[in-house]
């Protein structure tokens, strides 16, 4: 993903100087286009199979990448020293048809590393299984989209300048790719740290939860007293300790129904069990045993390096809003304040 960036940023630094007249009148320099931009995708791609841990699964495209990218700068060579040399006025009419054949080549090249980064992520779904536990890709699936959008503008450039010479025809595919490459990489590198935060707190986890509900009920009124008997509390247990052992809360998408189901209980049975035995509703209850890891790690210098939002992510919170709030809520301080005091 650096490199990315790195490819994305030279590409508009040299176009930025041509266009700006901030180049040499040397007659190789001035001519001499380094082809970034044949580099960035094949870096995207390659950050694609290692974040989704498939690079051993798939293609490898870098190689070829580098010996296209390094093939089209000698061939540049020869094509500029031909005119220079041989060409009358040094008419540099060869050199733009190369150009414009070295575009097309790039733009089928990159296309195709497009479309084998679309089947990996929307095709070879068994492939990605271990990753989509983790993370559920969407940011990547919505970069699928807006660069199918790209690539169509750069479609349209190419064609607009090869019938009319216009360079201008690239203006707005650069704005626009620029945008969301950038973007992308800001994604990247987040999704990147948490993804591998994550997968470290996930081997670290133990299941010697404190349980926050009460092996004891208070006592409540003769109307209510009949619930609260040994076989119900037996039950409850059975609960806790099946939720606890088999790390179910761990489960963002985790559900009342699937549970009473897998237990051979009633919905609303379920349902009265949790709130009389743990003085919490189910939503409640499950984002203690949330909170209650959390605070393992966040408690343990081991992990102080990791993030706060990897953290949430990993004991079964959906976001980093709901995370912080359901802390707040059970530990009436924020994660980062419980996290200052280890």
């Given at each position: 993903m650096n490199l990315t960036v790195l490819f994305i940023s030279l590409n508009n630094l040299q176009r930025w100087l041509i266009d700006n007249d901030y180049t040499s009148d040397l007659f190789l320099?001035?001519?001499?286009?380094?082809?970034?931009?044949?580099?960035?995708?094949?870096?995207?791609?390659?950050?694609?199979?290692?974040?989704?841990?498939?690079?051993?699964?798939?293609?490898?495209?870098?190689?070829?990448?580098?010996?296209?990218?390094?093939?089209?700068?000698?061939?540049?060579l020869c094509v500029i020293s031909y005119v220079y040399y041989e060409v009358p006025d040094r008419d540099t009419f060869l050199i733009e048809r190369y150009t414009m054949l070295e575009d097309i080549l790039n733009l089928l090249y990159s296309i195709f590393?497009?479309?084998?980064?679309?089947?990996?992520?929307?095709?070879?779904?068994?492939?990605?299984?271990?990753?989509?536990?983790?993370?559920?890709?969407?940011?990547?699936?919505?970069?699928?989209?807006?660069?199918?959008?790209?690539?169509?503008?750069?479609?349209?450039?190419?064609?607009?300048?090869?019938?009319?010479?216009?360079?201008?025809?690239?203006?707005?595919?650069?704005?626009?790719?620029?945008?969301?490459?950038?973007?992308?990489?800001?994604?990247?590198?987040?999704?990147?740290?948490?993804?591998?935060?994550?997968?470290?707190?996930?081997?670290?986890?133990?299941?010697?939860?404190?349980?926050?509900?009460?092996?004891?009920?208070?006592?409540?009124?003769?109307?209510?007293?009949?619930?609260?008997?040994?076989?119900?509390?037996?039950?409850?247990?059975?609960?806790?300790?099946?939720?606890?052992?088999?790390?179910?809360y761990l489960d963002p998408l985790l559900s009342m129904e699937t549970l009473a189901s897998d237990l051979g209980m009633s919905k609303s049975y379920f349902s009265k069990l949790i709130n009389s035995y743990s003085d919490y509703n189910f939503s409640d209850f499950i984002n203690s045993l949330r909170v209650e890891q959390a605070k393992k790690f966040l408690s343990n210098n081991e992990f102080s390096d990791y993030t706060i939002v990897a953290i949430g992510l990993e004991c079964g919170f959906n976001s980093k809003s709901t995370f912080y709030s359901a802390f707040k809520k059970f530990t009436s301080e924020t994660p980062s304040t419980f996290r200052d005091k280890y």
């Open positions: 320099v001035e001519n001499l286009l380094i082809p970034w931009y044949v580099l960035i995708l094949p870096m995207f791609y390659a950050f694609t199979t290692h974040f989704l841990k498939v690079q051993d699964k798939v293609n490898d495209f870098l190689k070829f990448s580098i010996i296209l990218f390094v093939s089209e700068i000698i061939l540049r590393l497009f479309i084998n980064a679309c089947l990996i992520i929307f095709r070879r779904h068994h492939l990605i299984s271990y990753i989509l536990s983790y993370d559920d890709l969407n940011w990547i699936k919505w970069f699928i989209r807006l660069g199918t959008v790209v690539i169509i503008f750069w479609v349209m450039a190419v064609a607009i300048k090869s019938f009319t010479g216009n360079e201008d025809a690239y203006v707005f595919l650069r704005l626009s790719s620029s945008i969301l490459l950038y973007w992308i990489g800001y994604q990247g590198f987040y999704k990147y740290n948490v993804l591998r935060d994550r997968i470290v707190l996930r081997s670290s986890m133990d299941s010697n939860l404190i349980s926050v509900a009460n092996d004891a009920k208070k006592v409540l009124s003769d109307s209510e007293d009949d619930f609260y008997n040994e076989k119900h509390q037996s039950d409850f247990h059975r609960i806790r300790d099946y939720i606890i052992k088999d790390k179910l």
